[in-house]
C-alpha cells in the first residue's frame, strides 16, 4: 500500500518540501466565514459549516482604535477562524446584504472598541445587531489613548482578552 504520508519510497519519512497537514498555513487562517457568506447571499451552494463568533473592531484613528484591528487579527488566528471570524464594521451602515447576514447568522458577536466612544458597539446597535460582549481596550486593559498611530502596544494581552471574549461567546451558545 502507498504511504501517503512518506516521501514515496515506502519509508515513513516525510520530505522537508511535502506539507505535514492537508490545509496549508495560510488555508488554516484563511478568514473563510466572510467568502461563504457571500455565497450564501448570492444563492450560491456552499458546504454548510457551523457559524463562528463574529469580530467586529472600530479600527480608530488613534493607537487604541488601531490595536483593536491588529489585536483583532492576531485573535483570530490564534482562535482560529471556525471559532472566530472578521467582519468589517464599515460595510454595515454601507449596506452590504452578506456582512450583515454574517452578523445575523454568527454564532455571536464581539465588538472590540478602542475607547469609550464605543463606535463599533453603537455603530452595530444602530442596525439592530447586539453585540454578546464589548471590549472597550482603554477601558477593560487600562491602556491610554493618545494619536500615534504607530503606537499600538500591548497587541498579546489585548488579544488574548478577545480569544477569551471569543470562548465565552462560543461556549455559550449551542451549535445549530
Ligand atoms: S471607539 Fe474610540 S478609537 Fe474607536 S473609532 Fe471610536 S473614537 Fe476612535
Redesign the pocket.
Known sequence: MENKTGCGCGCSTVPETEPVNAQSKEQLKENWYLPYMNKKTQGEAVEEKPSPVAVFY?????N??QA?MLASVQAANKAGYDKAALLCLASIPAGLKNIYNGAKNARGIVAV????????MKTLRKYELEPDKNI?ITKDLSIK?DFDLNAAQDLNKISDHIVQAVNKVYNSVPAE
Open positions: 472600530c479600527a480608530g484613528a488613534s487604541v482604535g483593536s472598541d478602542g475607547c469609550p466612544m464605543q463606535c463599533s472597550i489613548k
